[in-house]
T-cell receptor, first 114, second 118 residues
Framework: AQSVTQLDSHVSVSEGTPVLLRCNYS??????LFWYVQHPNKGLQLLLK??????LVKGINGFEAEFKKSETSFHLTKPSAHMSDAAEYFC????????????FGSGTRLSIRP | GAVVSQHPSWVICKSGTSVKIECRSL??????MFWYRQFPKQSLMLMAT?????????EQGVEKDKFLINHASLTLSTLTVTSAHPEDSSFYIC??????????????FGPGTRLTVT
């Protein structure tokens, strides 16, 4: 069975400082992993995805994530936070089957201090 | 890229009435669509998997008679909340998979529908 754990429900950083949002997963197979961002009262926007190619994945808006199989982690990072990054972030796992559902993490709310 | 739309984006209805939410894949065919529900400050909860031409598969604890799902075409799935009550107020999000696309395991999300039952 697959599962995903976001280790922090809330992260607060100062503008211009690095961002780290942590995600650990559990999967019986080689999973696909995604990070989505959701701004208030909006739908989900895909930031990046890992699908067994390069372990370091670069996404939109300067975000990137590294797939570490030995640590079963897929942490999201950004070198320098911007005020517009304030949002809810979801780590998602999917197993490689057309019938598979995807599993959402509980979400991490990112706040940016001026 | 693949685009999924939802209509309406928000709706207010009176208790006891029914509300229909549409989910459309605009530039691809989606044999499978998913319906999620999101409470304030919480994650998305999968309600059901909608399969074109067949009955939807509901998650445990979701009332199939209350949340009617119809997937009559390859580009449209509808969710009808029947006899709505204030506790049904929520943000409903649909997603779709493009099984003919290169990334068949990626889901494309609609913008969501805010339902408020008074």
């Amino acid at each position: 069975a697959q599962s995903v754990t976001q280790l922090d429900s809330h992260v607060s950083v100062s503008e211009g400082t690095p961002v780290l949002l942590r995600c650990n997963y559990s999967s019986s197979y080689s999973p696909s992993l995604f990070w989505y961002v959701q701004h208030p009262n909006k739908g989900l926007q895909l930031l990046l995805k890992y699908t067994s190619a390069a372990t370091l994945v670069k996404g939109i808006n300067g975000f990137e994530a590294e797939f570490k199989k030995s640590e079963t982690s897929f942490h999201l990072t950004k070198p320098s936070a911007h005020m517009s990054d304030a949002a809810e972030y979801f780590c998602v796992v999917s197993e490689p089957s057309s019938a598979s559902k995807i599993i959402f993490g509980s979400g991490t709310r990112l706040s940016i201090r001026p | 890229g693949a685009v999924v739309s939802q209509h309406p984006s928000w709706v207010i209805c009176k208790s006891g009435t029914s509300v229909k939410i549409e989910c459309r894949s605009l530039d691809f065919q989606a044999t499978t669509m998913f319906w999620y529900r999101q409470f304030p400050k919480q994650s998305l909860m999968l309600m059901a998997t909608s399969n074109e031409g067949s009955k939807a598969t509901y998650e445990q604890g979701v009332e199939k008679d209350k949340f009617l799902i119809n997937h009559a075409s390859l580009t449209l799935s509808t969710l009808t909340v029947t006899s709505a009550h204030p506790e049904d107020s929520s943000f409903y999000i649909c997603s779709a998979r493009d099984l003919a696309g290169a990334d068949f395991d990626e889901q494309y999300f609609g913008p969501g529908t805010r339902l408020t039952v008074t």
